[in-house]
């Protein structure tokens, strides 16, 4: 009952509004809204406007509409829109009706989208494009965002050639917006002009433009530097090829210092020759100026390295042994030349402490070689490659047979025989020898059962028989991945494994040392990578890859000769995209042996020549393949980026090993790696880092106790 009067009650109050508000004339109302529930308002507006609303079951509360003088009928819409508002509530328009919700919510609703040039007003909330011309759309958003409304949205999309700002908010916001976007959306007055260079280098005075004057952004074919996003810069970029300047200032006060600058700089030098330094950025000192003597002698440096690959594994032992590093100092890896063009002489000197060159020459000659060092001093690409071991192994095997032993005889006459015939370990003189010795530990295995018409063992035996049976099956599963990160054009190699004796010969006891003397050579088995890449132009890179997976064989016998070891290798040279997996190769084997032995004649009867006969059957498998997958790197943050994967990969792996309690032993402590690769120039086991182990609680230190 309760709720049919409030429902009576606001139907009437609504009607008794209405009825008032229409009384004010046809074509004007007089509003009279004291801390009027919102839904009886709503009721109201939309007997007067003829709209049909949708109101949020969140809407609720007060509002207050006060109108002294009539107001036209197309203003009250209007007008609620603005109380509203001022509630915390916005409209927006959805097939044929107007619906009523929060604020907050109408954002990712509004269905109304405009694009730069149009308008729209009131207090409905729209979306509205602006595609910016000259301005950064990042900046512009960064800089409208405390001009709009809490509840507003201000996105930048900034990509190529797309520069672009989407807000969501009222029309009245929007508009105002608009006008401070064009305002500010406008092309700078700028000009673009060359300088030709008579004396100094183009590099070199871009260089000091940029020490001088940081406004001045200095880009060249090298290494581009580009301005900071939506920071507008005067560009300098040097042209080494016509030894000028390209420049495109701001504004005219630019102009005209650059202009001035430029021709202070460019001065002829004080005598016919000069003395320049030129630090590198990525090059190496000593490489380079033998690159610069070979063209200026026009002969080749026989000094300089050339990439090779080594062509049997045999070899790989004194490869790893003669190491790419350098123990000398650095002074003996410097370099000088000094040769005579057109009349005038020129010397290049390296100097691999500061990793610079030390050039003396006329200013044209230095301008073209300086032309020449930078292109050449770029930064180098990286490659991390990662190879991929997948090795799968079956092997079954099975014996079975009889074998005898006969004696017998008088004091004036004795024979015997033995039937041996089978293999390896599990002959009868084998298993006979163990049994008298007493030596269970040399009873081959498998199961061996005999008879005899007496001891063995205190020799009362003449007749015996021994019947061997063994089935074995193995299964393996290997999967290696040693990776390796190197320059391009650089030889890296990695050893993943174990360092073997192997015998290689022996001598008798000389003198009073009763101890043989034996000679021992180690070997490295196991895994061994070694890859020189090379990045072409495109990105397609070429790698020199040796790869070796060996290991001790245990199933070859070497009757104490020593131990046996398998070698697999590939060494190729193959052409690789970016990212790519390439399969090097691989093994693929299936091996099957049967062998057979018997006693002629008695091996040959019906069924009881079974037992004059030894079988042996095994059956082996191999799959064996090798992938290789190279990964370029080309900046600083491609390679945080791949270090930090590996970072974290190593992190979780660490953190999965826990050492259970135990009632008796103590606790260890947890190592655990710090949550995130630290940042450059900051330590590892930093206190903030917490990555050095502390004792448990329940244990001192040996001082303390």
């Avoid at 007997?47 to 509360?61: A, E, M, Q, S, Y």
């Avoid at 509004?110 to 759309?137: C, H, M, P, W, Y």
């Avoid at 008879?451 to 049976?469: E, Q, V, Y």
């Avoid at 826990?658 to 120039?681: I, M, N, R, S, T």
Wanted: glycine share 8%; aromatic share 4%.
């Amino acid at each position: 009952m309760k709720i049919i009067k409030q429902a009576l009650i606001s139907s009437l109050l609504s009607t008794l509004l209405c009825s008032a508000v229409f009384a004010a004339g046809d074509d004007k109302v007089m509003l009279n809204f004291v801390n009027s529930d919102i839904e009886t308002t709503v009721k109201a507006i939309s007997l007067i406007t003829g709209k049909n609303f949708i109101l949020d079951p969140r809407v609720k509360g007060t509002i207050n509409i006060v109108s002294t003088q009539p107001v036209s009928k197309e203003l009250v819409y209007p007008i609620l829109q603005s109380a509203l508002r001022q509630a915390g509530f916005s409209t927006v328009q959805s097939n044929g009706a107007v619906k009523i919700q929060p604020e907050a919510d109408s954002k990712s609703l509004s269905n109304k989208t405009l694009v730069r040039g149009q308008d729209a007003n009131g207090e409905q909330i729209i979306t509205q494009i602006f595609n910016l011309n000259n301005e950064s759309a990042n900046q512009m958003a960064t800089m409208l965002r405390p001009l709009a409304t809490p509840n507003s949205l201000i996105s930048a999309y900034q990509s190529g050639t797309s520069n672009t700002i989407v807000i969501t908010d009222y029309a009245d916001n929007v508009r105002r917006l608009a006008r401070i976007i064009d305002n500010i959306d406008q092309p700078k007055n700028s000009e673009i002009f060359t300088l030709k260079l008579e004396h100094a280098s183009a590099l070199d005075v871009a260089q000091n433009i940029a020490r001088l004057m940081p406004e001045v952004s200095v880009q060249n074919s090298a290494s581009a530097i580009p301005a900071p996003d939506g920071v507008r810069r005067s560009i300098v970029v040097p042209d080494p090829r016509g030894n000028r300047l390209m420049i495109r200032a701001l504004n005219a006060a630019q102009t005209s210092q650059l202009r001035a600058l430029v021709a202070q700089l460019d001065e002829a030098a004080t005598n016919d020759s000069s003395i320049n330094v030129i630090y590198l950025r990525n090059a190496e000192a000593a490489k380079l100026a033998s690159t610069l003597k070979g063209l200026l002698t026009g002969q080749e440096d026989s000094s300089s390295p050339t990439p090779s690959t080594n062509n049997t594994a045999n070899n790989n032992t004194n490869n790893a042994q003669q190491s790419g590093f350098n123990n000398s100092s650095p002074a003996a890896t410097s370099s000088s030349t000094t040769v005579q063009v057109a009349g005038a002489t020129v010397r290049v000197q390296a100097d691999s402490v500061t990793n610079s060159l030390i050039i003396t020459a006329p200013q044209n000659i230095y301008n073209n070689l300086r032309a020449v060092i930078d292109k050449l001093d770029v930064r180098r690409s990286q490659i991390y490659v990662e190879a991929m071991i997948a090795e799968v192994n079956l092997s079954k095997l099975s014996e079975f047979g009889f074998q005898w032993i006969v004696a017998g005889g008088n004091d004036k006459i004795g024979a015997g025989g033995v039937s041996n015939i089978a293999t390896g370990s599990n002959t009868i003189g084998n298993i006979a020898t163990a049994i008298i010795n007493k030596t269970p530990a040399a009873v081959p295995m498998g199961l061996t059962m005999g008879i005899f018409n007496g001891d063995p063992r205190d020799g009362t035996a003449s007749l015996g028989l021994i019947a061997s049976a063994l089935q074995s099956s193995g299964n393996g599963n290997v999967l290696s991945t040693p990776n390796l990160l190197m320059l391009d054009n650089e030889e890296a190699k990695i050893t993943v494994g174990q360092n073997i004796p192997i015998i290689t010969g022996s001598q008798a006891p000389v003198g009073g040392n009763p101890n043989p003397i034996v000679t021992v050579e180690r070997k490295d088995i196991g895994i061994k990578l070694r890859v020189r890449p090379q990045v072409s132009e495109g990105g397609v890179i070429t790698l020199n890859v040796f790869q070796e997976v060996s290991g001790i064989d245990n199933t070859v016998n070497t009757n104490g000769a020593g131990l046996a070891t398998k070698v697999r290798t590939i060494e190729t040279k193959v052409l690789v995209d970016d990212g790519q997996i390439v399969v090097l190769g691989g093994l693929i084997e299936d091996r099957l042996s049967n062998t057979g032995n018997q006693v002629p004649g008695l091996g040959d009867l019906p069924v009881i020549g079974e037992l004059f006969k030894y079988e042996n059957r095994s059956y082996q498998k191999v799959n064996l393949m090798i992938f290789l997958r190279p990964v370029l790197i080309k900046d600083a943050g491609s390679n945080f980026s791949l270090s930090n994967d590996r970072y974290q990969y190593l992190r979780n792996q660490q953190g999965e090993y826990k050492v259970g309690e135990h009632w008796f032993l103590q606790d260890l402590p947890k190592v655990q790696l710090p949550a995130k690769l630290p940042e450059a120039g900051s330590s590892v086991y930093s206190p903030e880092n917490k990555a050095v182990p502390s004792l448990p609680s329940n244990t001192q230190p040996a001082a303390q106790k």
